[in-house]
């Protein structure tokens, strides 16, 4: 079965540089979440989107930015890096009306 | 506000001993769902269980069982007959139920497991 892919599955960047972490939910999935869990931290919620439209926010820093397109896939875009940005970057996808997010493997940002 | 406690911050048991992993929740949602994720050494979250709030009845697969307990905001998760692989960061998390809009996930904090040979 299709799971969630996400890419790039590691990217290495610099302080101040931008990011762009992308995500394709499983197909028919029409919501999508984004997560952010640090070194020995837990998953936190960042933000979501249902329908391309921003359904719910967390504590994402205004240096982030995300959308979700016609086709459903989504991407977090990262701007000024700092060092504690330094994260693996999940995305989960969930079809409205079902309860059971999908998650997928993750991103692992690392910036130096 | 939701919330999920997981007190155990580590555990270390030698292998084929039983282990149970606690998790404290609070929500104010009458219907709300719980689950259990594994994340190995490798870091992607593994699904294990999803309960529904208005579903008590305990759930055993395998080595695995989980009693969820409203009276007391609990939602535990056993292991026997511990194995190796079982060593992993084992997360608590609670979700509502909305369906005209997303829901997201709250994480407890998570409970590393070691098994020792």
């Known amino acids: 079965a299709a799971g969630v892919i996400q890419s790039p599955r590691h990217l290495i960047k610099e302080k101040r540089e931008t990011a762009t972490l992308k995500c394709y939910p499983i197909?028919?999935?029409?919501?999508v979440y984004w997560y952010q869990q640090g070194p020995g931290q837990d998953p936190q919620f960042l933000i979501s989107f249902y329908e391309k439209m921003q359904s719910d926010k967390g504590s994402i820093p205004d240096r982030f930015s995300a959308q979700q397109f016609s086709d459903y896939h989504s991407e977090l875009n990262m701007s000024s890096l700092e060092l504690g940005d330094s994260a693996l970057y999940f995305c989960?996808?969930?079809?409205?009306?079902?309860?059971?997010?999908?998650f997928g493997p993750g991103t692992r940002l690392t910036v130096l | 506000a939701q919330k999920v406690t997981q007190a155990q911050t580590e555990i270390s048991v030698v292998e084929k001993e039983d282990v149970t992993l606690d998790c404290v929740y609070e929500t104010r949602d009458t219907t709300y769902y719980l689950f259990w994720y594994k994340q190995p050494p490798s870091g992607e979250l593994v699904f294990l269980i999803r309960r529904n709030s208005f579903d008590e009845q305990n759930e055993i697969s395998g080595r695995y069982s989980w009693n969820f307990q409203k009276s007391t905001s609990s939602f535990n998760f056993t292991i026997t007959a511990s194995q190796v692989v079982d060593s992993a960061v084992y997360f608590c998390?609670?979700?509502?139920?909305?369906?005209?809009?997303?829901?997201?996930?709250?994480f407890g904090s998570g409970t590393r497991l070691s098994i020792r040979p």
């Open positions: 989960a996808s969930r079809l409205a009306g079902e309860h059971e997010q999908f």
């Open positions: 998390a609670l979700s509502g139920v909305r369906y005209s809009s997303a829901s997201k996930i709250i």
């Open positions: 197909p028919r999935h029409d919501t």
